[in-house]
């Protein structure tokens, strides 16, 4: 497939059609929208909006999550209409977050991450106890509370654990790095998440070889599709394992 192709089945697959465990889909006009049904926050997943429409639309998300009493994300992507979205969302009091890059890989016989040898130290995580294990690793990376990042683990993995797959490299008991995978189901994709890893143990091949046990994984499960929202330090590294940038995405977190 070739970037266009790409891009319209990752908006009908990821964006305009996908279920999401905690979340109820309500579509609204030309918006998308999650509601969280959990008490976290909700997000607009997908829009389709012109200039003579995208000021009413936006006025009527924060007025619906407002009567809501929960805070929400807009994920803008850089080809969403209209071209000024992210100006409009900004005068209207969102805060606009960092790009990340919208990776996607097409898994076919004989890539190396196929092929990888994984290290006897990279674990898959399927218990609590590992969940745990991965939110002090994130804690302390980060130098931020994680609590929440783990309860959504633990319920993901309750609830639908053959969608779910963690990881995470041990040193002497301790994990040192981390990432998860996501493969949603009747689509073509699986979603790559985390990847942080310890200051100290950085530039040893972890990161690859997390990316080889996840991509090893999808493939066993039928699944032909990788997407990850890349960072500056992310990007590179994915390019060099066959990532291609289709787009930049933007988180715009409403006012509260």
């Avoid at 790009?99 to 399927?126: K, N, W, Y």
């Avoid at 090893?216 to 699944?223: D, I, K, L, V």
Wanted: glycine share 8%; net charge negative; charged share 25%.
């Amino acid at each position: 497939m070739n970037k266009e192709q790409l891009i319209a089945l990752f908006n009908r697959e990821q964006r305009i059609d996908t279920i999401i465990a905690g979340y109820r889909r309500e579509e609204a006009g030309q918006v998308i929208r999650q509601v969280s049904i959990t008490g976290g926050e909700g997000f607009v997943i997908y829009s389709a909006l012109s200039a003579e429409t995208v000021q009413e639309a936006i006025r009527e998300q924060l007025s619906y999550f407002e009567q809501l009493d929960q805070r929400f994300e807009w994920k803008l992507y850089d080809y969403d209409q209209p071209a000024n979205l992210k100006d409009k969302l900004l005068e209207h009091g969102f805060t606009i977050g960092e790009p990340e890059g919208l990776m996607v890989m097409q898994l076919t016989e004989g890539d190396f991450m196929l092929s990888c040898e994984i290290p006897a130290h990279i674990i898959r995580i399927t218990d609590e106890a590992g969940i745990n294990d991965i939110v002090l690793l994130e804690e302390d990376i980060w130098g931020e509370s994680h609590r929440e990042l783990g309860e959504e683990l633990i319920r993901n993995l309750e609830n639908d654990p053959d969608s779910l797959f963690i990881y995470a490299a041990y040193v002497d008991g301790i994990a040192v790095s981390a990432a998860w995978m996501y493969l949603h189901k009747g689509t073509s994709f699986g979603s790559l998440w985390g990847g942080s890893t310890l200051s100290q143990y950085r530039n040893k091949g972890l990161y690859t070889s997390l990316l080889a046990v996840r991509a090893q994984a999808a493939w066993e499960n039928g699944f032909r599709l990788l997407t990850v929202d890349a960072s500056p330090m992310s990007l590179p590294i994915l390019r060099k394992r066959g990532f291609d940038l289709l787009a930049y995405s933007y988180p715009c977190v409403s006012p509260k």
